[in-house]
């Protein structure tokens, strides 16, 4: 029923930027959080950025200062922008919602990140 299409992700050397989007098919209001987590090859997803539909925003230790997640309640679309990129930052990024009422998760496909040396 909700569906997640997220964009956004490409190659790009140490220093440089990229803008995730995470498209919803339902206002962002429908939703108690919305997030960013990322995978890397054979390690674990861990979490890196959440925002709440009232527009708190949180985000990882390591990402701190460097990413930034907003929204647009136009759009019912959520962003990561991602600047000052590392390699260690290589991962397939996921867009996450938890649905308000009765809470349930929904993942989106997945986009691919890769930053060079």
């Known amino acids: 029923q909700v569906q997640l299409v997220e964009s956004g992700g490409g190659l790009v050397q140490a220093g440089g930027s990229l803008r995730l989007s995470c498209a919803t098919s339902e206002s962002i209001f429908s939703f108690n959080v919305m997030g960013w987590y990322r995978q890397a090859p054979g390690k674990q997803r861990e979490w890196i950025a959440t925002?709440?539909?009232?527009?708190?925003?949180n985000v990882e230790d390591s990402v701190k200062g460097r990413f930034t997640i907003s929204r647009s309640i136009a759009k019912n679309t959520v962003y990561l922008q991602m600047d000052s990129l590392k390699p260690e930052d290589t991962a397939v990024y996921y867009c996450k919602v938890e649905t308000r009422g009765f809470p349930r998760d929904y993942w989106g496909q997945g986009t691919q990140v890769t930053v060079s040396s």
């Open positions: 925002i709440t539909s009232g527009g708190s925003t």
